[in-house]
């Protein structure tokens, strides 16, 4: 009814006392803001988490010995033995065991830290002892040369695969680093190796953000030949392990033959077990954790709304006070109870459309910060924006209600001798 | 002028509650016929029923008991919402403190009761124009009530008092909140639309003086018509010289 009129009317009214209308609006813009602000970078984040994770692989599965039970009072007993621990027999029985299922095997073994030293230029490092698979799984992308592979772990050749880091920081972009030999300095000596690769260095999410050192002290991995690195390692066995099944194979699935073939493994030991995860799990349970997180800050939000929508409930109850000769006159012109209901109703929705609006801005440009800090990249979800607005516009209808329904009872006799 | 009656109010009674044993009775047991084309003053002191009597002629209020017919339509049992429509169309208010709807603009006011009465835009504002010219308000069509002084704002109540074409002019007190001379311009307009316009007009006022410019002159005392006089109307010449 007379829908036009109403929304020019109320936009009038809106005009007239400018400060009013946005204080009234305080509580939907704080309240719409912070929901779409949580939402948008809630979803940059499970998007860069689930990036993230999927670079690392979601069909790789994890196998990792632990401890059975850990004593509390004894605690852990810390040093396994090699006993203990998966040999590379095992691990190729396992591997002719599955064959149809397994795309590759990474094992590896840390050696310890280092620095790559060229006269008065030097280059951090990690050392890392590994196999051939573990380009495809831990997802290296080579920029040059080429990973190790299956001859320079049988041979342990003194190979090496650097980032292009260490590269730059070395090498300054001037020569060729492939086939020129590295000195590695570390605590108990001196080695050295030739490059045969160079990867591209990736930053990731769980690394990134507080990420302060500079590119020249920043420390990188080196990959070398995971027989290379028993020499040096106190167990020649390996405490965990990874496996990327064949991209036909369900991960989920295969995780639990997995677990069973080593359960069966260890069924003899009595301290320690396998522990099989696989990343798919880990994903699910990080993007539950950060909707749980969601569901919470959007709950307070509701709150803020709530709030918001009392306080555009007592500001039109004051406004159909004031405009109690209003009413009254335009009752004695003829308007049926339903148009001032409808007025007045239509004057509540809009302020809390326009409310509404003007927090999905704030809290786009919001998001946009907070996003910005996280080093996610930002989504716009249009259907969150589509339900905010409408939703404030329930609210609007909901407090709205009341005061219209009081302005529209109003006897026009009363409202016209009020002063 | 026609002998169409357009109030017809047969002993009617007004009662006000207030707690079971005082009951007020306010109007009581009155008759009032006014044909079409009159103009008509109800004159009363403050406290006479005066106010009361109004609020029922201009079906803002029910009677307790009695019948009345306004222009052939019985009001008595009406519901609220049949009164709203019986005000729309049939009655054009003005009221001393012009009651303007605020941050309107003359136009929009003037459009008010043919909004309610759901005219389309196009007629209701060609003939919210028109009304305007006829009150001498045209070239401030645009202007909201604040912008404007008294008797420009009673002016504009007029244009609105006759956009549906009712069938009378209910005027509470149109000069009580005016000056003498704007006073004068009010009610010459008024003469206006009841000369030239042929309208039934139903002057409320405590001013004799007013009164005596009117066709007809009901007094009421305690609820009651204490007299009802026809009133020749003070000629022309006299109206003009206090208007100059």
């Known amino acids: ?419 | 002028m026609s002998g169409k009656v357009i109030i017809d109010m047969q002993h009617i009674n007004k009662n006000f509650y207030i707690g079971t044993p005082n009951e007020l009775h306010i109007i009581k047991d009155m008759s009032l016929t006014v044909t079409e084309g009159a103009f008509v003053s109800i004159v009363g002191a403050s406290g006479s029923g005066k106010s009361t009597l109004m609020n029922m002629v201009g079906v803002l209020d029910r009677p307790t008991s009695g019948d009345y017919i306004l222009d052939g339509i019985p009001i008595a049992k009406m519901s609220d919402n049949d009164m709203s429509d019986v005000r729309n169309r049939k009655i054009g208010f003005v009221f001393q403190t012009y009651n303007l709807i605020p941050r309107s603009s003359a136009l929009k006011n003037v459009e008010l009761p043919m909004l309610y009465a759901g005219m389309d835009r196009k007629t209701r504002t060609k003939r919210a124009k028109e009304l305007l010219d006829m009150v001498g308000m045209k070239d401030r069509m645009h202007h909201q009530p604040n912008e404007l002084s008294g008797g420009q704002k009673q002016r504009v109540a007029i244009a609105r008092a006759l956009a549906n074409d009712p069938a009378m002019i209910l005027a509470d007190e149109p000069t009580g909140a005016l000056d003498s001379a704007t006073g004068r311009m009010v009610m010459d307009l008024l003469h206006k639309v009841h000369k030239e316009g042929g309208k039934t007009i139903v002057l409320i006022t405590h001013n004799r003086d007013l009164a005596a410019e009117t066709e007809r002159i009901v007094t009421i005392k305690d609820g009651m018509i204490v007299s009802d006089v026809s009133n020749k109307p003070q000629s022309e010449e006299k109206v003009e010289a206090s208007c100059s």
């Open chain 1, 1 to 419: 009814m007379f829908l036009k009129e109403n929304i020019l009317l109320a936009i009038a009214g809106l005009k007239s006392n400018k400060i009013r209308a946005l204080l009234t609006m305080l509580g939907i813009i704080i309240g719409i803001g912070s929901v779409i602000a949580i939402v948008t970078i809630g979803n940059a984040l499970t998007s860069s988490v689930s990036d993230t994770f999927s670079s690392m692989g979601a069909n790789n599965i994890l196998v990792n010995v632990t401890e059975r039970e850990a004593d509390p009072y004894r605690g852990s007993s810390g040093k396994m033995d090699d006993e203990d621990l998966i040999s590379m027999e095992q691990l190729e029985r396992f591997q002719a065991r599955y064959a149809d299922e397994i795309g590759a095997i990474a094992i590896s073994i840390g050696s310890g830290s280092g620095k790559v030293k060229d006269g008065r230029r030097y280059a951090n490092i990690n050392i890392e002892g590994v196999n051939e698979g573990s380009k495809d799984i831990n997802n290296i992308k080579m920029q040059k040369g080429r990973f190790l592979n299956a001859k320079d772990v049988s041979a342990s050749r003194k190979a090496a695969v650097v980032s292009d880091k260490l590269v730059h920081n070395i090498f300054k972009d001037k020569t060729d680093p492939l086939g020129k030999e590295i000195n590695i300095y570390k605590d108990d000596g001196v080695d050295s190796y030739t490059i045969v690769g160079v990867y591209k260095y990736e930053q990731n999410a769980f690394q990134g953000g507080g990420q302060t050192t500079s590119d020249q002290d920043l420390s990188t991995t080196m990959y070398i030949p995971v027989t290379v690195a028993q020499q040096t390692a106190e167990n020649q066995n390996f405490q965990y392990f990874m496996v990327k099944s064949k991209p036909s194979v369900d991960t989920a699935v295969f995780a639990g033959t997995v677990q069973k073939y080593f359960d069966g493994l260890y069924a003899n030991n009595e301290k320690y077990t396998c522990q099989i995860q696989n990343m798919e799990s880990y994903l699910a349970e990080a993007t539950s954790t950060l909707n749980t997180i969601s569901v919470a800050v959007a709950a307070i939000a509701a709150i803020a709304l709530l709030v918001g929508g009392i306080g555009v409930m007592n500001i039109m109850l004051v406004s159909v006070t004031e405009r109690t000769r209003e009413i009254g006159t335009r009752k004695a012109l003829g308007a049926r109870s339903i148009y001032i209901k409808m007025q007045f109703i239509v004057e509540s929705i809009i302020i809390c459309v326009i409310g509404g609006i003007i927090g999905v801005l704030f809290g786009i440009g919001l998001a946009a910060v907070g996003v910005n800090l996280l080093h996610a990249t930002l989504k716009i979800s249009i259907p969150i924006i589509i339900i905010s607005v409408g939703f404030s516009m329930c609210i609007g209808v909901f407090f709205g209600y009341y005061p219209a329904s009081k302005a529209a009872k109003l006897d026009p006799i009363e409202a016209l001798r009020y002063e």
